[in-house]
């Protein structure tokens, strides 16, 4: 067990060190993120009514636009030099490791954007309630873009055009984005948004087990 | 005694049949070749050998079990190594060494110089992958010979990039590795010096098939 606990930590670490030495693609769409929220008060106003119904679901929509930009750095450099071979090769079980790169793709991008979004509702002067519930909404919601994500990219890893990785994310992740906005629209009326959080934590258990070993077959399969 | 066998292998990719029926026996010690033009499926081969590829006719065999039912265990007893190097080229030398242990699960520590001048880069600790030329980055994807201690090897194309030097040191230590009880499976265009060794070999092409 503690042999297990110790290569998802070389792995983790490893493509912490990997994102943090190549920025380029992280700080590109988390600076596509903030620009696209600033767009929308420029084009709706910002009459607090306005900002406060519509800003927080704009921001899901952004956030969920810029994930879909990093996802495919998750496997993309692995796939270039043969590293993927090697990992999937390797004595230790597939699954573990891309677990790994997985929690890793969503600390070094996961973190930054719920952090950024936080700081954007300030600017935009949203409501606390909001605040909260895009909070709490968020960090409940990436983690499951990211392991949806990863199963996507495992799928379509080398084939050229990437759109076909959008098309195959975005409708996936729709319950996770009317669950959130969701829950962010009762927090603004003032109700309880409990259900809601609930249905996305379960969602996230779902994903947490099942992702990580679907993202393991479809590499094999990509690789033969 | 370990035995790694091929049973009535078959290779489509394409609608072009690469080869089939092909079948072969390895015990402790062998040494084999395949040779072939460009395209006649030596990678694929190694590849099938190594469970990367799964394939619908024929099995693959280790210790006289299928490797698909015995994932892990064959897993820990194998090291592939192919075209590409497999080494990360924001990482430094020691580092991407670091990563190649971990993975071989050996608890022990590593000595990086020691290792590093066997396969002649002393000095080259704290380099950059990317900085280093495309020999060396083969040295380094070839480290993991020094570094895991499996017992059969699929090398694909193992000299390439190499100079004189280089592939003499990875000569010795395929033969080391054979003495030792290893089995060694390798595809090559280039001429290999093994001093009266047994050396199998596996032609592919059209003609042969």
């Known amino acids: 067990m503690s042999e297990y606990i110790n290569i998802f930590n070389v792995i983790l670490r490893r493509d912490l060190i990997l994102a943090f030495r190549d920025k380029t693609d992280f700080i590109n769409s988390l600076f596509f993120f903030i620009i696209v929220i600033t767009l929308f008060p420029l084009s709706f106003g910002t009459k607090s009514t306005i900002v406060n119904e519509i800003i927080p679901g704009m921001i899901w929509i952004s956030a969920l636009l810029a994930t879909c930009l990093t996802l495919e750095t998750i496997f993309r450099s692995d796939f270039e030099d043969g590293s993927i071979e090697q990992l999937t090769l390797s004595r230790y079980p597939l699954t573990l490791l891309v677990s790994a790169k997985i929690f890793a793709h969503w600390i070094t991008f996961g973190i930054p954007l719920i952090i950024i979004s936080l700081l954007m509702g300030i600017l935009l002067s949203l409501s606390n309630e909001i605040i909260m519930a895009l909070f709490i909404t968020l960090i409940l919601g990436t983690p499951i873009l990211s392991l949806l994500g990863s199963v996507m990219v495992a799928l379509t890893i080398g084939l050229r055009g990437g759109m076909l990785l959008n098309l195959l994310i975005l409708p996936l992740s729709m319950p996770v984005l009317i669950f959130s906005t969701v829950a962010i629209q009762n927090a603004a009326s003032n109700q309880s948004m409990i259900a809601e959080v609930y249905f996305l934590a379960g969602i996230l258990v779902l994903t947490i087990t099942l992702a990580p070993l679907a993202t393991a077959a479809a590499l094999r399969i990509r690789l033969s | ?209």
């Open chain 2, 1 to 209: 005694m370990s035995k790694f066998s091929i049973n009535n292998l078959e290779c489509v990719r394409q609608n072009n049949i690469l080869f089939k029926g092909l079948s072969l026996t390895m015990e402790d010690g062998a040494l084999l070749q395949i040779n072939g033009a460009n395209g006649s499926g030596k990678s694929s081969l190694l590849q099938i050998c190594a469970g990367l590829i799964q394939i619908t006719t024929g099995e693959v065999l280790w210790n006289n079990i299928n490797i698909n039912q015995q994932r892990y265990e064959f897993q820990s007893n194998i090291l592939y190594i192919g075209h590409a190097n497999a080494i990360k080229a924001t990482l430094t030398v020691e580092e991407n060494m670091t990563i190649i242990h971990s993975l071989t699960g050996s608890k022990s520590k590593i000595n990086y110089s020691a290792i590093l001048k066997k396969i002649g880069m002393s000095g080259m600790n704290k380099i950059f992958a990317y900085n280093m030329s495309a020999g060396q980055k083969r040295r380094l994807g070839l480290i993991r010979l020094f570094m895991a201690k499996s017992k059969l090897w699929f090398l694909d194309e193992p000299f390439n990039a190499l100079d004189k030097e280089g592939k003499k040191i990875i000569e010795n230590l395929i033969i080391s590795h054979c003495d030792n009880g290893g089995i060694t499976i390798f595809t090559t265009h280039q001429r290999m010096e093994i001093n009266g060794r047994p050396l199998q070999s596996i032609n592919l092409g059209n003609n042969n098939v």
